[in-house]
Each structure stands twice: as C-alpha cells, then as structure tokens.
C-alpha cells in the first residue's frame, strides 16, 4: 500500500480478493455509482463479491471512503457492519435506503452526509480526481458492537484490532470545471 492509501497507516493484514460487476479496480465509477445529485447519478451501492479470506473469519464489515473530499478528514460515503461470515457477495443497489439488499444482521451506519445508505459520487467541480477505497475487511467476531448510529470513523476504530484481512478495490471519479 502507497502513502496515499488512507490504510497504509493500520495494522498489517493478510488480502484476499475483491471483484466488481459495477467497476473494475482502477476504473471510473459509471453514472449508477455517482450521486443522485449529479445528472445521471442514481446512488447505487457497487455490486461487490469477495474470496479467499483468511481463516478465522467470523464477520464482514464494508466500507467506502473518499480520502480526497475538501474536508481534511475525507468523506465517507458508505459502512455496513456485521455481515455475517458466510456471505461473500451484496448486489448492486443494496445500499439502498432500507438496506434490502443486505443479509439478515448486517446494517447501514451513516455516511458523512449522516445517511443510513450509500452515497454516491460527487466530487466538487474542478477539484481534480478523487479515488473511492471500496474495502471488505474481514474481521475475528461476528458482531463489531458499535450501535447503527456511530459514524464510519468509528466502525474503523473499533475494528482495527479484529480485522483479519482486507481486500479493496478503488474507483473513480472527476467532476470537469
């Protein structure tokens, strides 16, 4: 991991693999993954699925982060918590306002805009490309214990010493002058 990834700076952990039938590593996110607000957008959570992580895995938490938001602390735009171990994939759009689309016990903490759901895409006009870290991190209990209402920071800090693996995948986006 680079300087530049918001992870680099937490515990060493073992990867395992994250695939995407909304957008490949590297890619731009399509209009679906962008925010309702940006014409086009529709606020669609990815589609993700996951494979290989490591033994001992008791719970799943996911995680979309924006280190390059003009906030100084970045932009959060998605949490789940506590999906359970032996599932290893979410369809797109299950990010959705009632979280339909999650396993039984896993849920939606709000994002930076203070929304249970996800959110999509919207970097500032001319402020440049941001990369989007879409991370599963594979955690040693099946309950992280944070209450539905905590903020993804400390969905983060409270995982920290439970997590086993992680694997990410980083989208996109520019929003032209």
């Known amino acids: 991991m680079s300087v530049n990834d918001p992870f680099a700076r937490l515990p060493e952990a073992a990867a395992f693999t994250l695939t995407s039938d909304s957008v490949a590593d590297g890619a731009a996110w399509p209009p679906e993954q962008w925010s309702s607000g940006v014409p086009g957008g529709k606020d669609l959570s990815p589609q993700l699925s996951w494979s290989g992580a490591p033994d001992?895995?008791?719970?799943?938490?996911?995680?979309?982060?924006?280190?390059?938001?003009?906030?100084?602390?970045?932009?959060?735009?998605?949490?789940?918590?506590?999906?359970?171990?032996?599932?290893?994939?979410?369809?797109?759009?299950a990010g959705d306002d009632t979280g339909t689309g999650l396993p039984e016990g896993a849920y939606q903490l709000p994002?930076?805009?203070?929304?249970p759901r996800y959110l999509g895409a919207a970097p500032p006009a001319g402020h440049g490309p941001h990369r989007y870290?879409?991370?599963?991190?594979?955690?040693?209990?099946?309950?992280?214990?944070?209450?539905?209402?905590?903020?993804?920071?400390?969905?983060?800090?409270?995982?920290?010493?439970?997590i086993l693996g992680r694997a990410v995948l980083t989208a996109t986006a520019e929003t032209p002058a």
């Open 111 to 115: 994002n930076d805009a203070r929304a």
């Open 56 to 93: 001992g895995t008791k719970s799943y938490a996911v995680t979309v982060y924006d280190p390059d938001a003009p906030t100084g602390s970045g932009f959060w735009h998605w949490a789940v918590a506590d999906i359970p171990a032996t599932v290893t994939d979410l369809p797109e759009g």
């Open 133 to 162: 870290f879409v991370v599963v991190h594979a955690l040693d209990v099946e309950s992280i214990g944070v209450p539905a209402d905590a903020t993804p920071a400390v969905l983060g800090f409270t995982m920290a010493g439970h």
